[in-house]
């Protein structure tokens, strides 16, 4: 690959820390030092304010406003909505004499930051030295509560080195800050007020009714002054340092988000300020013990360990604890935003990403989880039907962008081209079928979003007058270099597994549940006719595929495009979408990410290893990962044919994509899905897990540069733990009955005891 890494940050197995403030950098460190709990979450920004390059970022899951376009054609998004820049909670000024603390100007030394993946803490602190000659150490700690989603804490220590004097304090709950995409503030305040040492304010966001209930409460000795601005409220207070002491404060503000319009803000208010009254009052100790419980949990049950690569050590943990910060299925409803709740980019959107990168990860560590991802595609079942309608369809076409279940992608070519949303929630229902066995959710809920989704792909294919085959037209694949091709094997593959999937959940529910199934037939409005119908366009799905070479054809006249050598765009080009005019990438047989190969993971027991080596060699050279999904994938497949070492680099660049800026855009937020694919990296690639048989199948691999490795899984209510070193492969399973899998083609019924086999030696970078 031509990207390179920018490495700045100090290597640590249990968390990121920074040594020394680089303010060239310091957009990229307020997304790595991002918190989140799924409810909200809140950039590394600094808390007392910074007046050089910074995003103040707020953000709360599912809390949106949106902006209206003209479309002059039938289908086209006129409406597009998007998570919403908020309250910032952090609010702090310090000001000792005349002088402000900003980083952007003050003199400082000794700054350390630090992400504690144990606690789920960022702390930062510095000496400042003030332009009269004396110092003052300075610490800062933040934490968003796991167990209590609505909480955020900050503690704020300042310790005299040698100044004696006063340091004024305003700490506050601001509600202006910008929302950059917009390049202007989007709330209107409601109403405001300080009782009983609780500050709060509610207000709403300008263009749609969501509001946000803010409050917090000062954990100090100091004498507290309210006040108030336009869209802040807050205490100002003086803390009296002396050479040798410390002091400070502590902050535990509670945040309460209401979507629906029909509750009246003056009972959103009366419940805020209740709500606020049990929780803001709570110790900060407290909190962070709780804190700290929830992640020793984690940790226990979650864990991935890797010897002899310190580096991808630190990344996978990353990796870990951001796939918990952003979604522990603790609040139904919500979804999982490219960028998690880390920035503005993609809007807080999600994307076929969810089904096809993230629910594996829950699947295997939080069903719970797993499941309410799936609630929310059920929830926006109807919209989906709606949209359908909108582009001449019936049935539901899920959005390729949503934050509420509405299509939020006004760039036609992508809401009205990309197909695959709907296959990838299906593939994602048929993956939970397999793992979880959850029927009842199958035969209710699943099996009318099954229904919704044939009946869409149903009706938005066409017949090839001279192929005689049923495909799709004028499509995007998950390859979006490719734009308004015909046949992309990926859309029309999945399309056939889907419509092969649905009728086998009607014939068992046919057999076993024959009243659910009339029941939500009848609903439906589904007829055996139709039924026969899917069955028919399976049977006479369009493949391309080259029979000579083993290789499936991305889409028709794909092999027939202009060749460029990837490896000869320099770096400074990158990312593309930013040097290159926009009809230029579509121009050759240049892949932004894995399209055939994707497929070939999904359903990947259906290809021989054959296959998916020719697939593998003719189009890895051809793909740029311009996308942050893309080197996992590469490299499970690279694992699994045996090219060890392009599987490890691959690795490397997925798992440390955000903590190295190897895109030079973690500024705009993290890659979360692309951390979820770098946990898929290990479980699947090195791991060799495959999830999609009748039983899990293991092919454990090592990478030339580990001494061992190891990772956890639930699976059929046991605790799956994998243990590999150079010689040899260890798994146990702790539960209330043996498991069966296969390990190397053989199969195993393992339990407590487990079983310790040779790593054979292909299997050994």
């Known amino acids: 690959?031509?990207?390179?890494?920018?490495?700045?940050?100090?290597?640590?197995?249990?968390?990121?820390?920074?040594?020394?403030?680089?303010?060239?950098?310091?957009?990229?460190?307020?997304?790595?030092?991002?918190?989140?709990?799924?409810?909200?979450?809140?950039?590394?920004?600094?808390?007392?304010?910074?007046?050089?390059?910074?995003?103040?970022?707020?953000?709360?899951?599912?809390?949106?406003?949106?902006?209206?376009?003209?479309?002059?054609?039938?289908?086209?998004?006129?409406?597009?909505?998007?998570?919403?820049?908020?309250?910032?909670?952090?609010?702090?000024?310090?000001?000792?004499?005349?002088?402000?603390?900003?980083?952007?100007?003050?003199?400082?030394?000794?700054?350390?930051?630090?992400?504690?993946?144990?606690?789920?803490?960022?702390?930062?602190?510095?000496?400042?030295?003030?332009?009269?000659?004396?110092?003052?150490?300075?610490?800062?700690?933040?934490?968003?509560?796991?167990?209590?989603?609505?909480?955020?804490?900050?503690?704020v220590t300042l310790e005299s080195v040698d100044f004696t004097g006063d340091v004024w304090v305003r700490s506050g709950l601001d509600f202006s800050p910008i929302h950059e995409a917009q390049?202007?503030?989007?709330?209107?305040?409601?109403?405001?007020?300080?009782?009983?040492?609780?500050?709060?304010?509610?207000?709403?966001?300008?263009?749609?009714?969501?509001?946000?209930?803010?409050?917090?409460?000062?954990?100090?000795?100091?004498?507290?002054a309210s006040f108030?601005?336009?869209?802040?409220?807050?205490?100002?207070?003086?803390?009296?340092?002396?050479?040798?002491?410390?002091?400070?404060?502590?902050?535990?503000?509670?945040?309460?988000?209401?979507?629906?319009?029909?509750?009246?803000?003056?009972?959103?208010?009366?419940?805020?300020?209740?709500?606020?009254?049990?929780?803001?009052?709570?110790?900060?100790?407290?909190?962070?013990?709780?804190?700290?419980?929830?992640?020793?949990?984690?940790w226990e049950t979650t864990d991935i360990t890797i010897e002899g690569d310190p580096e991808n050590q630190q990344g996978i943990r990353f990796c870990v604890f951001q796939l918990y910060q952003t979604y522990h299925g603790d609040n139904p409803g919500l979804n999982i935003g490219a960028k998690g709740l880390t920035g503005e980019a993609y809007g807080g959107h999600a994307f076929w990403d969810t089904e096809s990168y993230?629910?594996?990860?829950?699947?295997?560590?939080?069903?719970?989880?797993?499941?309410?991802?799936?609630?929310?595609?059920?929830?926006?079942?109807?919209?989906?039907?709606?949209?359908?309608?909108?582009?001449?369809?019936?049935?539901?076409?899920?959005?390729?962008?949503?934050?509420?279940?509405?299509?939020?992608?006004?760039?036609?070519?992508?809401?009205?081209?990309?197909?695959?949303?709907?296959?990838?929630?299906?593939?994602?229902?048929?993956?939970?079928?397999?793992?979880?066995?959850?029927?009842?959710?199958?035969?209710?809920?699943?099996?009318?979003?099954?229904?919704?989704?044939?009946?869409?792909?149903?009706?938005?294919?066409?017949?090839?007058?001279?192929?005689?085959?049923?495909?799709?037209?004028?499509?995007?694949?998950?390859?979006?270099?490719?734009?308004?091709?015909?046949?992309?094997?990926?859309?029309?593959?999945?399309?056939?597994?889907?419509?092969?999937?649905?009728?086998?959940?009607?014939?068992?529910?046919?057999?076993?549940?024959?009243?659910?199934?009339?029941?939500?037939?009848?609903q439906v409005g589904v007829t055996d006719e139709e039924l026969a119908n899917w069955q028919h366009l399976a049977d006479h799905m369009a493949i391309p595929y080259e029979a000579e070479t083993g290789i499936y054809e991305e889409h028709d006249g794909f092999f027939d495009m202009p060749h460029i050598d990837i490896h000869s765009i320099p770096v400074t080009d990158f990312p593309l979408y930013s040097n290159w005019s926009y009809d230029r990438l579509y121009r050759y047989d240049m892949i932004k990410q894995p399209d055939v190969l994707m497929f070939m993971f999904l359903y990947n027991q259906e290809f021989t290893r054959e296959a998916k080596t020719a697939n593998y060699n003719y189009y890895e050279p051809r793909t740029i990962h311009e996308s942050s999904l893309s080197p996992s994938i590469h490299s499970i497949i690279a694992s699994e044919i045996g090219k060890h070492e392009e599987a490890y680099q691959f690795f490397e660049f997925a798992t440390r994509l955000d903590l190295d800026n190897y895109n030079r855009n973690t500024r705009e937020g993290l890659h979360t899905t692309s951390i979820a694919a770098a946990w898929m990296n290990i479980v699947y690639g090195f791991g060799g897990m495959r999830s999609d048989g009748d039983m899990l199948l293991f092919q454990p691999s090592i990478p030339q540069a580990w001494s061992s490795y190891s990772f956890k899984l639930l699976y059929k209510g046991a605790a799956i733990s994998v243990a590999v070193n150079r010689e040899q492969v260890t798994i146990k399973a702790a539960g209330d009955s043996a498991v069966d899998i296969q390990v190397y083609d053989q199969t195993y019924s393992i339990g407590a005891d487990g079983i310790t086999l040779p790593v054979p030696a292909e299997w050994v970078g």
């Open 228 to 298: 108030e601005e336009e869209q802040l409220i807050g205490y100002s207070f003086t803390l009296q340092l002396v050479p040798g002491q410390a002091v400070g404060f502590d902050k535990v503000a509670f945040n309460y988000a209401e979507k629906d319009a029909s509750v009246a803000s003056a009972a959103l208010w009366a419940k805020g300020q209740e709500l606020a009254a049990a929780n803001v009052k709570l110790s900060y100790d407290a909190l962070l013990a709780d804190q700290k419980a929830y992640w020793t949990n984690v």
């Open 358 to 522: 993230c629910l594996p990860f829950y699947l295997f560590n939080n069903p719970k989880a797993a499941k309410s991802l799936l609630e929310f595609r059920y929830k926006s079942l109807a919209a989906a039907i709606e949209r359908g309608t909108d582009v001449d369809c019936n049935g539901a076409f899920y959005p390729i962008a949503t934050i509420d279940g509405t299509e939020s992608c006004n760039l036609w070519q992508h809401s009205n081209l990309q197909l695959h949303v709907g296959t990838a929630i299906s593939y994602g229902i048929w993956h939970y079928d397999k793992i979880i066995g959850d029927k009842e959710f199958i035969r209710t809920k699943g099996i009318e979003m099954l229904l919704q989704i044939s009946r869409f792909y149903a009706s938005r294919g066409q017949w090839g007058q001279r192929s005689g085959k049923f495909g799709y037209y004028g499509v995007m694949g998950p390859d979006e270099f490719q734009l308004m091709v015909n046949n992309n094997c990926y859309i029309n593959y999945m399309a056939k597994k889907l419509f092969e999937y649905t009728l086998e959940v009607v014939r068992e529910m046919k057999a076993e549940a024959a009243d659910a199934y009339a029941s939500v037939a009848a």
């Open 183 to 224: 390049h202007q503030n989007l709330w209107t305040t409601l109403q405001k007020g300080e009782q009983g040492g609780i500050a709060a304010i509610l207000s709403k966001t300008k263009n749609t009714d969501n509001r946000l209930f803010a409050s917090f409460a000062l954990h100090t000795e100091a004498q507290l």
């Open 1 to 155: 690959m031509a990207k390179v890494a920018d490495k700045y940050l100090k290597v640590d197995p249990w968390g990121v820390v920074e040594e020394g403030f680089d303010r060239e950098r310091n957009r990229v460190s307020e997304s790595i030092f991002s918190l989140g709990n799924e409810y909200m979450g809140v950039r590394g920004y600094p808390d007392e304010g910074y007046s050089g390059d910074s995003m103040v970022g707020s953000y709360f899951n599912g809390l949106y406003d949106e902006t209206h376009h003209s479309a002059h054609y039938k289908g086209i998004v006129k409406r597009v909505r998007f998570m919403v820049n908020a309250v910032d909670w952090l609010y702090t000024r310090l000001t000792a004499g005349d002088e402000q603390l900003d980083l952007a100007t003050s003199k400082i030394s000794g700054f350390v930051r630090k992400l504690d993946f144990k606690s789920g803490t960022v702390t930062r602190e510095f000496v400042w030295h003030l332009s009269a000659g004396s110092s003052i150490k300075v610490s800062f700690e933040r934490f968003v509560g796991m167990t209590n989603t609505n909480v955020g804490c900050q503690r």
